[in-house]
């Protein structure tokens, strides 16, 4: 039996004293993948998993056969970015991606501001729980709004990316009055408390691939904090 309120109270991978947090629009679904199956799986997760435990579980190869994740792998930039690492190359950013990325006990966290997995926004599969995904968004934000920004607010961020630009509004609710926001080259940028928050289009958009790309992507993330 499905446990909803395992899934809606699912707040993502990583550490939750992590100081880099990366926030996506929701975590995506394979479209030959079964549904139940997932939501099955998702039903005994703890709020918040460690990501390559969560890939075990579910019986994905992540060490040995990681798959080409775009979105991950600019994370993973990002993140060595952050380290001082100066460039990274698509190899670091790979064994980085399986040893660091989500990780208990490592530098990031990874949320999600919806908590269902869908392969794309055009196509709803939970009529069972809501008529449409207008529904789902209008029941689930407002929780959703407040579970993320507890969350963010206990631990001592220092970088906060939030990616998919069609739901910046919605991001920056998250930070609510607190945030004061510019813009700053393909970007939106506040401080908030201790931490750099940044708004980008999502990491897996055509401008932030190859090297150039990545390069791009943290130079608008990090502005001056980068290597």
Not at 55 to 62: I, K, Q, W
Not at 185 to 196: F, Q
């Amino acid at each position: 039996m499905t446990n909803w309120n395992a899934i809606e109270s699912f707040i993502g991978y990583g550490d939750r004293q992590a100081p880099i947090v990366f926030v996506g629009m929701e975590e995506g679904f394979d479209p030959t993948g079964e549904l139940e199956a997932e939501l099955q799986l998702r039903s005994a997760y703890a709020s918040i998993m460690d990501l390559y435990d969560a890939h075990a579980t579910a019986g994905d190869d992540f060490v040995k056969a990681p798959g080409n994740r775009p979105t991950w792998i600019a994370m993973s930039y990002i993140s060595l970015r952050y380290k001082k690492q100066t460039s990274p190359t698509y190899a670091e950013c790979k064994d980085y991606m399986v040893h660091c990325l989500g990780r208990h006990g490592k530098e990031t966290l990874l949320a999600e501001l919806l908590p269902y997995p869908n392969t794309n926004t055009q196509e709803w599969r939970y009529a069972e729980k809501f008529p449409d995904r207008n529904a789902y968004l209008n029941a689930l934000l407002p929780r959703r709004t407040k579970l993320l920004r507890d969350t963010i607010s206990e631990g001592s961020r220092r970088l906060i990316v939030c990616y998919g630009k069609q739901y910046w509004e919605y991001y920056r609710a998250i930070f609510g009055d607190e945030a004061v926001w510019h813009k700053e080259l393909h970007a939106e940028v506040s401080s908030w408390r201790e931490a750099r928050v940044v708004l980008t289009s999502h990491f897996a958009w055509k401008g932030f691939n190859g090297d150039s790309g990545l390069q791009r992507l943290a130079s608008i993330v990090l502005g001056n904090a980068g290597g």
